[in-house]
């Protein structure tokens, strides 16, 4: 239960900052931009705290199987997601330009990555919520006509593919068995 309470606060306080602008920019003007920032903060950490505390507790019945052979297509879907991830990050460069929204984008590609290899209700719960997620706050973002970033220098989109290669293999070769619960299987 605290996984499901979880997801509805860390999604919920997301979705609320993109589908509800006006009341997030009432909410603004009534508490200040700085005191929002921190309750906002802290709401989306307990929700994340909440997910992964939940998380061992939550429903493990497996609902499909998919075949061996997707965990090859997750490395490389996870190995363009991280890229988008750093490209989110830095200063934009034509990758951020091209795709308009790379955080979502990349999370919408790990999200729809992880489904092909997780078959049980939580993990369709966490990657299925992520993933509707994204598209709910792709679409949102579009509507309000949100300004893209404007193309930069191709250095940037290097130093991106960089990064997000150098953590693609960190979290390949060490860190996933501490992130994600279970080490990838080669």
């Given at each position: 239960m605290l996984f499901f309470i979880g997801l509805a606060i860390f999604l919920g306080s997301h979705l609320f900052t993109g589908l509800l602008r006006r009341q997030r920019a009432g909410l603004v003007g009534r508490v200040g931009a700085g005191?929002?920032?921190?309750?906002?903060?802290?709401?989306a950490l307990i929700g994340l705290l909440l997910i992964v505390v939940g998380w061992g507790g939550a429903d493990r019945t497996v609902i499909y199987s998919p075949p061996y052979w997707t965990r090859y297509l997750v490395y490389l879907f996870m190995l363009l997601a991280l890229i988008l991830l750093a490209a989110s990050s830095l200063p934009a460069g034509r990758l951020a330009a091209t795709v308009k929204h790379p955080m979502l984008a990349g999370v919408k590609i790990w999200a729809f990555a992880h489904l092909l290899v997780n078959g049980d209700i939580r993990s369709i719960a966490l990657f299925g919520s992520f993933l509707a997620f994204a598209v709910i706050d792709r679409i949102a973002v579009k509507k309000r006509g949100a300004?893209?970033?404007?193309?930069?220098?191709?250095?940037?989109?290097?130093?991106?593919?960089?990064?997000?290669?150098?953590v693609w293999i960190a979290i390949y070769m060490f860190l996933h068995p501490y992130i994600g619960g279970v080490a990838i299987a080669v």
């Open positions: 005191p929002y920032k921190g309750m906002f903060s802290i709401i300004p893209t970033p404007a193309p930069g220098p191709i250095t940037n989109d290097f130093i991106a593919v960089g990064v997000g290669f150098v």
